[in-house]
Every structure is written in C-alpha cells, then in structure tokens.
C-alpha cells in the first residue's frame, strides 16, 4: 500500500523552462513534506519542505505547494539547469501529537529529471 | 567535512553469509537512521538510534542488527544474507529529532547484492 506516489517515473525539459514534479499521498494524517535530491552513486540531500498549515514554500529557484484538499503536492524549479537533473523523492510524516519527532519518513519511488542544455 | 561515511561502497554476499555495513558520522549527531532502498522503490526504515546505547525498530527490521556503542558509529548487521536483502542500503543522521529543523543527512550508500 503506497502512501506517497509519485506516478511519474520521468521527466525531460530544456534548461531555462519550469520543472514541475508531482506527488500524491493517501494519508490525511501526513503533515509534514519533504522534498530530497539524489544524484548516482550519492545519498539522498535535503531540498525543501513544507508544513501542512501552509500552502506554499520558496527557497531560490524551489518552490514547493502543497493542496492539501486534493491530497498532492508539487515541487516546481525555475529556472531549470542541467544541474538540477537527479532523482527527487518525495517524504511525508507526521509530526503532530509526535512531540515534534516521528522517525518514520514514507518515501516515494522518485522521479528521474533529465534537464537538457 | 566528511559528514555521513559509508563503507564499503560494494558487496557481493553468498546466500547465508553474513556482514556489517559502518557508518560513521562526524557531525556529532545524536539521531542515526539505516534505511533500504530497493530498485524502483522509495526508501524504508530498517533500524534508527536517537543515541548512544539507545536503537529500536523500523519498518522493516527482520533480518537485521544494529548496536550504538558511540555517537560516531552505527553499524548494521545481517546475519544469515537472503536474496531478498540486496538493496542499496543508506545510513543517516540528523542533530535533533525534529524532522522540520532537522533534515537526515545521509550517506553515499552501500549497494549489496546477495546470490
């Protein structure tokens, strides 16, 4: 039973264009998302997350929303460069009535961008 | 800054072998975390530690050992390797246990293959 999906495997773009990834999650408990990188032969790297209680978060070129009724969120990357193509994996858990804590993060399979010069 | 040292980056295991994959950080990280990753999957939690002396289960322990002798180490054990477990393994670490001021850091992976 997947609780995070990511159904896209792929994606292609041209450097400079907007990359949008998608994920969907089934648990309404989830309450915390995150957004990690990962290049070959290399460990996942934090990128950015968001709350439940907001619906949008900005870092540089990364933006992340989040609809919460619709149950998905989606990592957008403007401009994109070459260097942003790696896998991105989406994670979500739930931090409320955890004390701040829960060591579980419920990963999705990933989706591989391919940024093209 | 070395951060999160996995070693080593390759192993082949024979069906009922067993092994230990190290994990070192030098962050001085309380929180250390092993998950799975298998092919076309996301990542799963086998074992974590919020300290020295102090480890519990994840999703997916069976199969696996862990002890937390220091704050730097946190080695995983297989003990009887099964087809089953090959799977690129990742060690993590994080300076405290809230997941939004404190994101894992992980390792560059160990990548485990059993015949």
């Known amino acids: 039973d997947q609780q995070v999906k990511q159904n896209s495997p792929s994606l292609s773009v041209q450097e400079g264009r907007i990359s949008i990834l998608n994920c969907d999650y089934t648990n309404s408990m989830f309450d915390y998302f995150l957004w990690y990188k990962k290049y070959p032969a290399e460990g996942p790297t934090f990128l950015i997350s968001i709350s439940s209680i907001k619906d949008k978060n900005e870092d540089g070129r990364f933006t992340v929303f989040l609809n919460k009724s619709a149950k998905h969120l989606s990592l957008h990357i403007v401009p994109s460069q070459p260097g942003d193509s790696a896998v991105y994996f989406c994670?979500?858990?739930?931090?409320?009535?955890?004390?701040?804590?829960?060591?579980?993060?419920?990963f999705g399979k990933g989706t591989l961008l391919t940024v093209n010069p | 800054n070395a951060g999160v040292t996995q070693t080593p980056k390759f192993r082949i295991l024979k069906i009922g072998q067993s092994m230990t994959l190290q994990c070192t950080q030098d962050?001085?990280?309380?929180?250390m975390y092993w998950y799975r990753q298998d092919p076309g999957m996301g990542l799963k939690l086998i074992y974590y530690?919020?300290?020295?002396?102090?480890?519990d289960k994840g999703e997916v322990p069976n199969g696996y050992n862990v002890s937390r002798s220091t704050t730097e180490d946190f080695p995983l054990r297989l003990e009887l390797a099964a087809p089953s477990q090959t799977s690129v393994y990742f060690c993590a670490s994080s300076l405290t246990r809230d997941r939004g001021r404190s994101p894992l850091h992980f390792g560059n992976g160990t990548r485990l293959t059993v015949t």
């Open positions: 530690s919020v300290g020295a002396g102090i480890t």
């Open positions: 994670a979500a858990t739930v931090l409320k009535n955890s004390g701040g804590s829960n060591y579980k993060l419920t």
């Open positions: 962050m001085n990280h309380n929180y």
